[in-house]
């Protein structure tokens, strides 16, 4: 069993930033995503990263998210500049290895 706890979410003016955090509750060896639901949208995936560092991004959020990952604390974060009211969602952290787990999400609200 994995818990991930997300944190960081919260309310901000559109150009603006956020840092969100995902703790697990033991090293995780296997990829780590960001996802992201909006109201009436199916969950999309945001940005990934292996435990190795490579990453992939969604188009929607190149050049503006950045995913990096501390596995010495086993936490990813994911750095959100440029913000839109389009970004407006619940994240939420994801590992899949053998078994696939989720966090809580946590709430970005991005105000025009």
């Known amino acids: 069993q994995v818990q991930l706890v997300e944190s960081g979410g919260g309310t901000v003016q559109a150009g603006g930033s956020l840092r969100l955090s995902c703790v697990a509750s033991?090293?995780?060896?296997?990829?780590m995503g960001w996802h992201r639901q909006a109201p009436g949208k199916q969950r999309e995936l945001v940005a990934s990263?292996?435990?190795?560092?490579?990453?992939n991004y969604a188009d929607s959020v190149k050049g503006r998210f950045t995913i990096s990952r501390d596995n010495a604390k086993n936490t990813v974060y994911l750095q959100m500049n440029s913000l839109k009211p389009e970004d407006t969602a619940v994240y939420y952290c994801?590992?899949?290895?053998?078994?696939?787990?989720w966090g809580q999400g946590t709430q970005v609200t991005v105000s025009s």
């Open positions: 994801n590992t899949k290895g053998a078994y696939e787990y």
């Open positions: 990263i292996t435990r190795g560092g490579y990453t």
């Open positions: 033991r090293s995780i060896f296997s990829p």
